[in-house]
């Protein structure tokens, strides 16, 4: 499969434009110039910046300056530092991905064409900056019945952007959030520089394990990684999340090679389509031991090198996810070497 040039160890600035508070305050510190230069001594390539349309859009569809202007200045320190940069739109009006009852865009034409307006803003801001940025349309579109309206959205946005943008990059990602089982229904690419995007927490019971906002989590549940496959699929049944769990192919425990074969279809199916494979957020919760997340961290990052795959870890700081943050002292100068 042919590598994403450019876009292959990265880190997601996850709590700044998106996820976090919108008060000035907040925009204006949580992210600055010595963090792009921290991230670049890490040996990254790029980061991926997801923002939330609000932002940038008011509630009539109206811009909102101030908020590109945020986006220059990451473009700005990114530039200085040698990084490219994925814009991710992370939520729309209308669609949120995080909350089941936020799904209006889908059904919505004139949310549609304020989402079509925002990426014709983007493409005159940003669109000839092709060796350096990367357009990501829309994070983590959730049911398979959306699967549908989604790709005719896709093809609609996307040849939208290319009437001013017809050479850069464009990350589209499938249904249940981003999942790699999803890709396959997505239409074939738009053109050549359409990339696919999926998103990786597997095994989730132990990179999401306590998690708040995972409605069957126990926020008391504590697991091991590699850990016992027995005791993953037992307690993925007793969480009522079995739906999600692959533990059939970890054989007799969870490794490399686990991912490999998660990964494994994807690929093909990429590479009979004529693109290649992103994966634009991976990483574990807190609640994890550093140990047991640095191991998560080494065996992905063996698959992901295997086929090639670029990538992005959630998330730099926060976010109950941060690899900056003081719970990963003691091992992150060897977990950086496998972003």
């Known amino acids: ?5 450019g876009y292959m160890k990265g880190v997601d600035l996850g709590g700044w434009l998106s996820q976090g508070s919108y008060e000035k305050e907040h925009l204006d510190s949580f992210i600055h110039e010595d963090d792009i230069e921290k991230l670049a001594g890490w040996g990254i390539d790029h980061v991926r910046l997801p923002i939330d349309y609000n932002v940038l859009q008011d509630e009539e569809g109206s811009f909102i300056p101030s908020g590109f202007g945020y986006i220059d200045n990451a473009i700005k320190w990114c530039k200085k530092y040698g990084l ?18 936020y ?10 064409e304020r989402f079509y307006r925002l990426w014709e803003e983007f493409a005159r801001r940003y669109g000839k900056m092709t060796d350096t940025l990367t357009f990501e349309l829309l994070n983590e579109v959730t049911d398979p019945e959306f699967s549908p309206t989604w790709n005719k959205i896709i093809r609609t946005v996307i040849g939208r952007i290319r009437a001013i943008a017809p050479e850069l990059k464009i990350l589209v990602g499938s249904y249940w959030n981003n999942s790699i089982d999803a890709i396959k229904d997505l239409d074939d690419p738009y053109d050549e520089n359409v990339i696919y ?35 993953y699929l037992k307690d993925s049944k007793d969480l009522q999340m ?7 192919i970890a054989g007799e425990g969870y490794s490399a090679e686990y991912f490999v074969k998660r990964f494994e279809n994807a690929v093909k199916f990429c590479e009979e389509k004529g693109t290649t494979l992103y994966c634009g957020e991976y990483g574990v919760i807190d609640y994890a031991s550093p140990e047991d997340t640095l191991q998560w961290f080494k065996d992905i990052h063996e698959a992901f090198e295997h086929f090639g795959i670029g990538r992005a870890a959630w998330s730099y700081k926060q976010m109950n996810f941060g690899l900056s943050d003081e719970r990963l002292d003691g091992v992150r100068e060897e977990l950086i070497k496998y972003l």
Not at 1 to 5: L, Q
Not at 211 to 217: I, N
């Open 197 to 231: 995007n999926f998103h990786c927490y597997e095994p989730l019971i132990f990179t999401h394990q306590a998690a708040g906002w995972v409605k069957q989590m126990y926020k008391d549940y504590r697991i091991a990684y590699p850990g016992d496959v027995k005791q």
């Open 242 to 248: 079995d739906y999600m769990d692959h533990s059939e």
């Open 1 to 5: 499969m042919k590598k994403f040039e």
């Open 84 to 101: 490219h940069i994925v814009l991710d739109l992370h939520k729309t009006q209308g669609f949120i991905f995080d909350d089941e009852e």
């Open 103 to 112: 799904i209006g865009f889908f059904k919505d034409e004139v949310l549609q």
